[in-house]
């Protein structure tokens, strides 16, 4: 019998290409493949036993683990997303989704999760940008959100939280996002005092989940996780050969997840996106 897809869950896969465009001060560039897990976590459990290749908090091929995610501790990401947007004061009650790389033979490295929280009438409220640095080091960034006419989220904050060793903290991000649906895509924009200084995007194309697009994904990138550490440190080679100096590490801040005010823009800059439409393209 054929394997069915689950159409009717909104946790997918999401298939597309990650671009990272430095422009200062040496310009470098690096594209990937790669797929992407968006996880419903009511739907976690339900997930768990429908597919045999998806797993939920245990060993499989491809799985979601709670502690990978938020306090990094196990316990229920819903009851800690929704005490994150209580103590933000912004309204919640929905569904919670997670974009991230899943587990892949055990492992994983998420460099960036983004979670898109909704209030109980199915609007989107706030977008938390959860960092992770190879340091071991997570952060998060909670901003309120609001979908444009054009079908984009539009925020921006200053960094608070060390990721590269060759990228100043004096920084700020511009992020436009497209939240998911039949195509999604985030796009950061990076920039200090005197202009853009990198550009980072996803743009991926919905795939609905089953075994069979479960296999496909994991036979196209059997080693997923391994190639984006791995691909990290060939790309931090390449900058360090480019004459790139290195930054010092601060502390991380006090607090795990730094609240954005809706109209705290990103101070250090006022220079604009690049409109490219390539970044919103599947």
């Given amino acids: 019998m054929a394997d069915p897809s689950l159409p009717d869950f909104a946790s997918a896969l999401y298939v597309g290409t990650v671009v990272h465009r430095r422009l200062k001060p040496v310009r470098h560039r690096l594209s990937y493949r790669v797929f992407s897990l968006l996880a419903d976590l009511e739907e976690l459990p339900e997930l768990d036993r429908r597919l045999r290749l998806f797993s939920h908090n245990r060993a499989g091929l491809l799985g979601f683990r709670d502690r990978d995610h938020g306090p990094g501790d196990g316990r229920p990401l819903r009851a800690w997303a929704d005490a994150q947007l209580d103590r933000a004061g912004i309204e919640g009650g929905g569904p919670v ?11 994983v490295f998420n460099p960036l999760s983004v979670w898109f929280c909704h209030r109980r009438d199915g609007s989107l409220s706030a977008i938390l940008h959860e960092v992770t640095n190879t340091f071991g080091q997570r952060h998060s960034y909670l901003i309120p959100a609001a979908v444009g006419p054009d079908g984009l989220v539009r925020q921006s904050c200053d960094k608070r939280f060390y990721v590269s060793p060759f990228m100043a903290m004096e920084t700020a991000y511009q992020f436009r996002i497209r939240p998911p649906g039949e195509h999604l895509a985030v796009a950061i924009h990076q920039t ?70 809706t109209a705290a823009p990103a101070a250090l800059s006022s220079a604009t996106p690049s409109s490219s439409a390539r970044e919103f393209a599947a």
């Avoid at 989704?97 to 492992?107: E, M, N, Q």
């Avoid at 550009?199 to 991926?204: K, P």
Wanted: overall charge positive.
């Fill in 192 to 261: 200090d005092a005197e202009g853009a200084v990198l550009h980072a995007s996803l743009a991926a194309r919905r795939v609905d989940l089953s075994d069979a697009a479960l296999l496909r994904a994991w036979a196209r990138h059997p080693l997923m996780t391994a190639k984006v550490v791995a691909g990290i440190h060939w790309e931090a080679l390449h900058l360090w050969r480019k004459g790139l100096r290195l930054h010092p590490r601060p502390e991380p801040p006090a607090e795990p997840v730094t609240v954005v005010p």
């Fill in 97 to 107: 989704r997670i974009l991230c790389f899943p587990r892949v033979l055990g492992f």
